[in-house]
């Protein structure tokens, strides 16, 4: 009796073990914890692979819309240009041609050299100035300096048709058919241009060739 109760008694000291067990159990669950945090947490973070490529994605979409708005700059800029070149050539030609349509027959010379002619030059070729005497009787000079239109009434001038912090007038001529008595032609002169548009005093790559031909309203017939 006294053998098989020795047989089966419990260790002393069984309780210690089994503590030991537990701590050593919770040790080893809470460093396999702390590894998957870190293999995580290095999961969750960007390669160099990773970093290189964002960075060639976000400058390709950077350039791309550096390209787009400097695209648009440049848009208005010519838009502008363009407004600019119409309204200054078109007041130079509208009132040029006014002046030249109502332009009367010098009997005496006094303005385009040779009597009883309209312009001068009287005929062909291509002149960059053109002289005739208005309706109201004023010696008419036309021409072009430091990329402006220019008008001079009797000697007086330069009177600036254009300004070029609008348009430059990069070349200005004009053809004159008829401007001679002599010749049985009703006087017909053609103005032929090349504008730049200009925005802020600068030229722009905005440039238009522009031509208009005008006739003469009086009859050219001799003067008694």
Not at 89 to 104: D, G
Not at 142 to 170: E, R
Request: proline share 5%; charged share 15%; aromatic share 6%.
């Amino acid at each position: 009796m006294l053998s098989f109760i020795f047989r089966h008694r419990a260790p002393r000291n069984c309780g210690a073990r089994q503590s030991s067990l537990i701590i050593l159990g919770t040790r080893l669950f809470l460093r396999q914890g702390r590894i998957a945090m870190t293999y995580r947490g290095l999961r969750n973070g960007y390669t160099l692979i990773e970093l290189l490529l964002g960075v060639a994605i976000f400058s390709i979409v950077a350039g791309v819309g550096a390209i787009a708005f400097i695209s648009a700059l440049q848009a208005q800029r010519n838009l502008i240009a363009e407004k600019n070149l119409s309204d200054s050539t078109r007041f130079a030609i509208e009132y040029m041609s006014r002046q030249m349509r109502l332009a009367q027959i010098d009997a005496t010379g006094v303005c385009v050299v040779a009597p009883n002619n309209t312009f001068f030059p009287d005929a062909p070729p291509v002149s960059s100035d053109i002289l005739f005497i208005n309706s109201s009787g004023k010696c008419i000079k036309f021409s072009s300096g430091a990329n402006k239109i220019q008008m001079w009434m009797d000697g007086t001038g330069p009177i600036d048709l254009t300004s070029i912090s609008a348009v430059q007038i990069t070349n200005l001529s004009f053809l004159v058919q008829g401007g001679a008595q002599s010749d049985s032609l009703q006087p017909l002169v053609t103005i032929s241009m090349t504008a730049q548009g200009v925005v802020k005093d600068v030229p722009t790559g905005v440039i238009v060739p522009i031509q208009t031909t005008v006739s003469d309203r009086p009859i050219d017939v001799p003067q008694s």
